[in-house]
């Protein structure tokens, strides 16, 4: 805890007390001017829920109409594994790189749909397993996809200290521009990965104005 004002002092009959208490004073000092903040730690969600879908006989395709086959609830961690293979596959087509900048775009998105802005509220899940949300399917994680989640867990990306609805669509291959504008390209990753660029610069590349930040202040 800090020390109460009463009891920072400069100088002292014992070695070294001297320089302890010019840091207090120079800590407190710059509480008072604002350069020294209380960071924010972020709690990913436990468990998120998922709408399984299958396809509506007799009803055209559409990445939105499909019929329900029921509710599961399962932990964040999980989910997002088995999101990032399916969202960018086939999965030896892209870089390193190019993954991690999607373990963070599809890892955001699945995030603001639990603790943001609620996508159907009342329905009973966060998200749905189609291209609606993100395309989920059990069983489907692999080696070099769960290593980019690992490598970007430790890491939180925010607009103005917010979550924000990370969206991404699949761009063109070979070329950097999303589809859509304020939006990440999954085959654009792949293209700026190429160019030697690491998944930080695509996020802000792609994003904006954007903090990409630890998830624990307390943490280098």
């Known amino acids: ?6 009891r920072l002092y400069i100088g002292s009959s014992k070695g070294g007390d001297d320089l302890q208490g ?3 004073v120079a800590l407190v ?11 924010q730690v972020w709690e990913y969600p436990t468990t998120i ?13 559409g990445e ?12 964040f961690q999980e989910y997002v594994r088995h999101v990032l293979p399916n969202e960018w596959g086939p999965v030896a087509a892209f870089a390193d790189e190019a993954l991690k900048a999607g373990a963070m775009a599809a890892k955001t998105y699945a995030w603001y749909r639990v603790m943001g802005r609620a996508k159907y509220p009342g329905m009973g899940y966060d998200v749905r397993d189609d291209a609606c949300d993100q395309v989920y399917r059990q069983g489907s994680a692999t080696l070099r996809t769960d290593r980019a989640i690992e ?19 699949s761009g063109t291959r070979g070329r950097p521009e999303p589809l859509y504008a304020g939006r990440l ?14 998944w930080r610069w695509m996020l802000r590349y792609y994003y904006g104005t954007i903090e990409i ?5 307390h943490q280098p």
């Open 64 to 75: 939105c109409n499909r019929e329900s086959r029921g509710i599961i609830q399962v932990s």
């Open 22 to 24: 010019v840091l207090r």
């Open 151 to 169: 490598a970007t867990w430790p890491w939180v990306m925010t607009r103005e200290g917010q979550l924000f609805e990370s969206q991404y669509d």
């Open 185 to 198: 390209s999954q085959w654009g990753t792949q293209f700026w990965a190429e160019q030697g660029k690491d």
């Open 213 to 217: 930040h630890h998830r624990s202040p």
């Open 29 to 39: 000092s710059l509480l008072l001017a604002g350069v020294v903040a209380t960071a």
């Open 1 to 6: 805890m800090p020390q109460p004002f009463s």
């Open 49 to 61: 829920r998922v709408l399984l879908t299958a396809p509506a006989p007799g009803q055209p395709s």
